[in-house]
């Protein structure tokens, strides 16, 4: 991630959805944070292709804040959880997002 890192959210302009470089003057998410939600990002294979306006942009995969806060869309987990998460996948992961998880029961993650 660089500073001048950015995705643009903006419907009506042509990089809509896709990766920027800040400055930008359409509106926009900006990737570096102080918070550090987006040290590690996935960017998840939402409208990509093809891109449908409205249908949403910038839709990750990032670490959780404390107390788990509501995202705006994203899926957020703690850091320790996302490092499992990658250290399971192959070197092209394909994680599918279930409209309504089942009720599996307690899951206990290693130490």
């Known amino acids: 991630m660089r500073k001048d890192d950015g995705w643009c959210d903006d419907v009506e302009h042509g990089r809509y959805n896709c990766p920027v470089r800040l400055p930008f003057s ?12 987006y040290d590690v990002v996935g960017v998840l294979d939402w409208n ?3 891109r449908i306006r409205r249908r949403g942009s910038a839709i990750f995969l990032h670490l959780a ?10 899926i957020a987990v703690t850091r320790r ?9 192959a070197a092209e992961p394909c994680l599918v997002v279930a409209a309504k998880p089942r009720r599996l029961g307690k899951v206990q993650l290693p130490n």
């Open 81 to 89: 959880g996302l490092s499992l998460l990658l250290a399971a996948c």
């Open 48 to 50: 990509l292709r093809p």
């Open 26 to 37: 359409a509106s926009h998410e900006t990737m570096w944070r102080d918070d550090g939600l």
């Open 65 to 74: 804040g404390p107390g788990f806060p509501p995202t705006a869309g994203c």
